[in-house]
């Protein structure tokens, strides 16, 4: 059984930082396509960020682009967010999603919030 885990959420004022973890279990971690995806009240989801297995190459929503850094330990079998220069517009749950790379079956972690005011 697959399980990610998110945890890191939590209040913050605009301009603060914070790190979301997503640890996983019952997965093969090294051979994943690991991503944090967020979704606002009344928006779509939407892709924030991922991470390739083989090489460790990242991709970003042009939207958090030089704030947010996506990273990941193998032998932890966890993957993390580090948000910096948070924004009311940040605001939104944060769920971890992880696929085998030959693969378009995504799992999902059940959200942590991320609340951003002053």
């Known amino acids: 059984q697959v399980t990610l885990v998110e945890s890191g959420g939590g209040l913050v004022q605009p301009g603060g930082s914070l790190r979301l973890s997503c640890a996983a279990s019952?997965?093969?971690?090294?051979?994943?396509?690991m991503s944090w995806y967020r979704q606002a009240t009344g928006k779509e989801r939407e892709l924030v960020a991922g991470?390739?297995?083989?090489?460790?190459?990242?991709n970003y929503a042009d939207s958090v682009k030089g704030r947010f850094t996506i990273s990941r330990d193998n032998a932890k079998t966890t993957v993390y967010l580090q948000m910096n220069s948070l924004q009311p517009e940040d605001t939104a749950v944060y769920y971890c999603?992880?696929?085998?790379?030959?693969?378009?079956?995504?799992?999902w972690g059940q959200g942590t919030q991320v609340i951003v005011s002053s």
């Open positions: 019952g997965i093969t971690f090294s051979s994943t396509v």
């Open positions: 991470i390739y297995n083989t090489n460790g190459d990242t």
């Open positions: 999603s992880g696929r085998y790379s030959w693969s378009s079956l995504a799992y």
